[in-house]
């Protein structure tokens, strides 16, 4: 087990787990029960990709502008983030405290010729294990960790001087009750019932304190919003459901 | 032959090189995916005057796509603008009058010779780095099952791709191997191609007539630099002003007018075409076509994209074919390109559907709209000519309405691919 020299306390919440693991197979059906997920990717890919290009510097219209960054991606459910970064030249170790989902990203990494260094493990044992990476991710995943604080400390304790971290989670508001969790869980089906507690949802400014006690900067927060007609996710400034937010290390 | 198989590795490769095929090629190539196109015929052959005598209109939006991509001003000197479209039944004296300054000031619409557009779209991907051409080749099998998509050519080189795009029109062999149904019907009628020469410039005014056998269709293109081959047998009527024609006969008679002596055949083409342009006379070779629409069930499969003609062929009555096609461009380019950038992995059906959900609206209502037409049109009983005769007079007194029909035409309606409304990719 890890050694963790914050003293105690956990990020994984075994209940969180255990829903996950009973999924692990369909991440990358495209028909299957993560299918709003994919619809979704773009849209917070293509965010990754502007604020990552911007904040390092890169050329945006490299096919491989991430070239020479080291990602980690926390709670990597079965790739679908991890792969792409990957794709767009960042050196990517994904983690994830389901081990089926390690391993279905593994499997699926394989086949499509990936280099992707999959783990077992929370963030804190990474920490432990003294790993530092230039980009942190934690995408939808705040609202699963059993300990919000103590997973923002790992988060920022991963990240290299002049790193970047995203966070993207759901917003606790009327709206996102209606939307992200009784529409789309019992509306439209899209999440398995149970998927969120509505309760564990943090307000952008929630995060933002944490991550300002770490002594991060919060450097943008953008919505994600759905387009019905379209069936399409989009970028906006309406950040009430869905949101991604980055902060730096100097 | 060469010694040891040829390995390529690329982005995408497109089997079929016309130009639906070359148009995606260049927007692929020109945002920097790497793209190998394979065609069974060799360039020059595409280009020749023979291999393909029609004329395409080009819409507004169709020429946004190729202005987007680079390759409009390599065929602007040759594109003839469509000022006025006028629509009329038979000799009847209702017609429909479409005309550019109803929407704007930009022309409905480009006539343009296909083998100019084919030359534009070869010179223009020869020029990019990135768009490699096989012709002629053939890919003799594929197995698409993994993470890429392989293909064998008949020269024996092994090609790996994410995605194979199928542009190789209505008979796509690429798509009845990926076991992709169609719905497909035919009409019993032929498509008789052929430019004229008039006396009398045509004013960039398209006619659409409707006549019994089907519409006749007589369409600006540019004029001759020079006298054509046949001006030498015919010194009295030498004119360089042209108009492209497309000449729907029924079945059963088109054969026995394709084999007319000329001066039998203009005489043919006379008693339809009339006088308005003066004296008229077919030039250079005929080409016949058998009208049928075709739909593909679906327009993607894991690591396969069909578009242009080999996803729907549609009746020919409303000159939108290629517009489809290159609509289905803007949009297919739009998907990957966009998909590329942010790292997805473009042969991926989640990606693909973006682009399947995206065409289909748009194919359908024009499929079921010219289908309608040609039902409506082609036949000569009076009750049904009287009503479309009102109604096509009642079409023109709706501005409304025409402008949303033109707005179609042009290709300007709908949720647009940035392509088609002249952004870059």
Known sequence: ?250 | MPLQNEHEEVDVLIVGGGMVGLTIAAALGGAGLEVLVVDRSPPPHQTAPAFDGRASAIAYGSRLVLEGIGVWSRMAAEAEPILDIRVSDGDAPFFLHYDHRDLGEAPLGHMVENRVTRRALHDHVSELGTVRLRAPGSVTGFDRAGSRAHALLDDGTRVAASIVIAAEGKRSPTRTAAGIRVTEWTYPQTGIVCTVAHEEPHRGIAHERFLPAGPFAILPIVDADEPDADAAAAPDLPWRHRSSLVWTERNAIAPRILELERPAFDEELRRRFGDFLGAVRSVGPRWSYPLSVLIAERYVDHRLALIGDAAHAIHPIAGQGLNLGLRDVAALAEVLVDAARVGLDIGDLSVLERYQRWRRFDTMTLTMVTDGLNRLFSNDIAPVRLVRDLGLAAVNRMPPLKRLLMRHAMGTLGELPRLARGQPL
Request: proline share 5%; aromatic share 8%; with cysteine.
């Open chain 1, 1 to 250: 087990m890890r050694t963790w020299d914050d003293g105690g306390g956990t990020t994984l919440d075994p209940e969180e787990a255990r829903r996950f693991e009973a999924l692990a197979d369909e991440w990358w059906d495209p028909h299957g029960k993560f299918r709003p997920l994919h619809n979704f990717n773009p849209a917070r890919l293509g965010y990754l990709r502007g604020r990552l290009v911007g904040h390092f510097g890169r050329d945006p219209l490299a096919r491989r502008p991430l070239e020479g960054l080291r990602l980690v991606d926390l709670g990597c459910g079965g790739g679908l983030v991890a792969e792409p970064m990957a794709r767009l030249g960042a050196s990517v170790v994904g983690c994830d405290a389901v081990p089926a989902n390690v391993g279905a990203a593994a499997a699926h990494a394989a086949q499509a010729g990936l280099e992707i260094d999959y783990r077992h493990c929370l963030a804190e044992d990474l920490v432990a294990a003294g790993e530092s990476f230039d980009v942190v991710l934690a995408l939808e995943v705040v609202e699963h960790v059993a300990d919000v604080p103590l997973f923002l400390h790992a988060c920022r304790r991963l990240l290299r001087p002049g790193g970047c971290l995203v966070v993207a989670t759901i917003n606790r508001t009327a709206k996102s009750l209606l939307l992200a969790k009784i529409g789309a869980e019992y509306v439209l089906g899209w999440l398995p019932r149970g998927t969120h507690d509505w309760r564990r949802f943090l307000r952008p400014s929630e995060i933002a304190a944490h991550l300002r006690r770490e002594g991060l900067t919060v450097r943008d927060v953008t919505g994600v919003t759905y387009a019905p007609l379209t069936n399409e996710w989009r970028l906006s400034a309406d950040t009430d459901v869905n949101y991604m937010l980055t902060a730096t290390a100097g």
